[in-house]
């Protein structure tokens, strides 16, 4: 009986060691797991450049860049983007005066490289969208247009942007292309501007982006035109080299240009660069 006990002790104490050994290893792989979760979630609590930054964009961005300002955000706790929207010469303009900005987004290549030479960092503007011109008119289109020859006419207002502005640059070579020579009763600074008297019902009609229209909710329809497609806008964006915050100047240029930045856009009606 005695060598019996002892067998059996022997054996609850190698049953009871095999338990622990076992309870040991889910410890430790359960203790891994844990670890490198932890890391994880701190890495990507942590992982990324803070703090504030402003960004100078075309008036034809506003939307979008709006919601991908407060999408970075909210990916990014402890990161502020501050936007100025406006057409984009006054933007070049505001940028060579000294105005604060980190980075510069423009509606087209040609304001973008009045300042790469001078003000934004080498080899950081990447183009990241593509847009053109529509007609934009009241709801219903009350005056019957169906193209740019329809612009002409004596009975309807029309409002263009200004030549400096992109979607003015665009103007002009859609004329140039399809030989129609337009006659707008007013030219504006931004196409949020033009876009604003066609709303309002100051004007008959207005040439704006496709992206203007869609982002109008019905408030102007779209005519689409075959000569539109000479004059393809596309968007650069830019670090300025005065950036305050180039780190998250940088990382919010590469969110832009990312698929979630791209999918964005396109819902925006915005082409690929």
Known sequence: MKTHKRDVTLLVA????????????????????????????????????????????????????????KQYEDAHPGTSITFSFAGSSDLVTQ???????????????????????????????????????????????PKGI??????????????????????????AK????SGVDLKPVSEEQSVTDVLGK????????????????KGADGKVDGVPFDASEKAVNTYPIGVLKDAANPELAAAFTAYVRSDAGRKVLSDAGFGAP
């Not at 859609?174 to 292309?177: C, F, T």
């Open 174 to 177: 859609v004329e140039q292309a």
């Open 14 to 69: 190698a049953a009871a060691l095999a338990v622990i050994g076992l309870a040991g290893c889910s410890m430790t792989g359960s203790g891994a797991t844990a670890e490198s979760t932890a890391t994880t979630g701190t890495a990507s609590a942590t992982t990324g450049p803070t703090g504030k930054i402003t960004v100078f964009a075309a008036a034809s961005l506003q939307q979008t860049f709006t919601t991908l300002g």
């Open 198 to 213: 066609v709303e309002s019902g100051q004007a008959d009609a207005g040439l704006v982006y496709v992206t203007d229209v």
């Open 95 to 141: 940028i060579r005066n000294g105005a604060p900005a980190d980075v510069f987004a423009s509606a087209d290549e040609a304001n973008m490289d009045k300042i790469v030479k001078t003000d934004v960092a080498p080899g950081s503007p990447k183009d990241f969208a593509t847009n053109v011109l529509e007609i934009a008119v009241a709801p219903g289109n």
């Open 146 to 171: 169906t193209d740019l020859d329809d612009l002409t006419s004596s009975d309807v207002q029309l409002v263009t942007c200004a030549a400096p502005v992109p979607c003015g640059a665009a103007t």
